[in-house]
C-alpha cells in the first residue's frame, strides 16, 4: 500500500523556502528547497522501497507528526458505487453514460471498476468494460480536492494492469482537455467522426485519411492531435461530431 500526504496536509513554495501547513491542526512547517523533489514523491503516493535513505527520514518524520496517509486502490464494493457515481457527477462536465447503465456494466464486470481511497475515503474513480476487441476505458474522474496529484495516472495505470491479463489493447475516447493526459500516457489517436446520413456523406470527407467507415462514422489517421484541430475541422462540418479515440497495446 502506498503512502501520501494527509488530506489536510498543503505545501507550497516561497521566494526562499518550502512551507508545509496542516490545515486542520494549525500544524506549520519550514524545509528546504532540496525537500522539494521527495515531498512532490510522496504527495503523488509512494512506496517506502521506492525513496532512498534521506528520502525515507523524511517520510518517517511526517509519519510521526501524522501527516501521512495511506494510498489504496482496489476494486469498488457495491455500497460504494453510490459514492463513486456522485465524484462523475460532479467533477465531469459531460456524462456520456448514465447511472443506471453503468450500474448494469458493474454487475458484469465489477473487475473493470476501480477506486482509489486516501485512508479508506474513496477520492477517485475509473471504470470500463469490453467492447468487440478490446477494453474501453468508460469514465475517470478525482475529486477536485485531490487532483494535480497524479492519482488519474495511478488509476489508469492499475486499470491497464487488470486489462493486460485478458485483453491486448484498451481504447477510451477523450474530451478536448484531457488529451494531453493520454498523450503523456503512451496511448496514439485516431479521430472519429460522427454524422447523420441526411447532413453528410463519407465523400465529404474525402480530404481526410480515412481508415474506417460505417454508414454514419468514419475513423481517420492523424499523425498528432489537438484542440486546434478539433475546432478547425467543427467549423467546417459543423453538423457532425469530432472525438480522439486513444488506443494503448497492453
Not at 454508414?215 to 484542440?227: F, R, T
Request: hydrophobic content about 35%; aromatic content about 12%.
Amino acid at each position: 500500500m502506498a503512502k501520501t500526504l494527509s488530506k489536510h496536509v498543503k505545501w507550497r513554495k516561497d521566494k526562499e523556502q518550502i512551507l508545509i501547513c496542516d490545515c486542520k491542526r494549525l500544524i506549520d512547517l519550514k524545509m528546504p528547497f532540496e525537500f522539494e523533489k521527495v515531498i512532490k514523491k510522496i504527495e503523488r503516493g509512494i512506496n517506502e522501497d521506492e525513496l532512498n535513505d534521506k528520502e525515507k527520514l523524511l517520510l518517517s518524520d511526517f509519519e510521526k507528526l501524522k501527516m501521512i496517509s495511506n494510498l489504496e486502490l482496489r476494486q469498488i464494493r457495491k455500497n460504494e458505487f453510490g459514492k463513486a457515481m456522485e465524484i462523475l457527477s460532479n467533477e465531469l462536465k459531460v456524462r456520456v453514460r448514465d447511472n443506471d447503465f453503468l450500474s448494469q456494466k458493474f454487475k458484469e464486470f465489477p473487475q473493470f471498476f476501480i477506486g482509489i481511497f486516501l485512508d479508506k475515503e474513496l477520492i477517485g474513480f475509473i471504470c470500463g468494460f469490453p467492447r468487440e476487441d478490446y477494453l474501453l476505458i468508460s469514465e475517470l474522474a478525482i475529486d477536485s480536492k485531490f487532483q494535480d496529484r497524479s492519482f488519474g495516472k495511478r488509476l489508469i495505470e492499475y486499470f491497464e494492469k487488470i486489462a493486460k491479463k485478458n485483453y491486448d489493447k484498451i481504447n477510451v475516447g477523450v474530451q478536448d482537455e484531457t488529451i494531453k493526459f493520454y498523450k503523456k500516457l503512451g496511448y496514439k489517436p485516431f479521430l472519429l467522426i460522427q454524422y447523420k446520413k441526411r447532413d453528410y456523406s463519407v465523400e465529404d470527407f474525402s480530404n481526410l485519411k480515412i481508415l474506417n467507415h460505417g454508414p454514419e462514422s468514419i475513423e481517420v489517421q492523424v499523425k498528432d492531435c489537438n484542440k486546434k484541430h478539433l475546432e478547425r475541422l467543427r467549423e467546417g462540418y459543423s453538423k457532425a461530431s469530432f472525438q480522439y479515440i486513444f488506443t494503448k497495446k497492453t
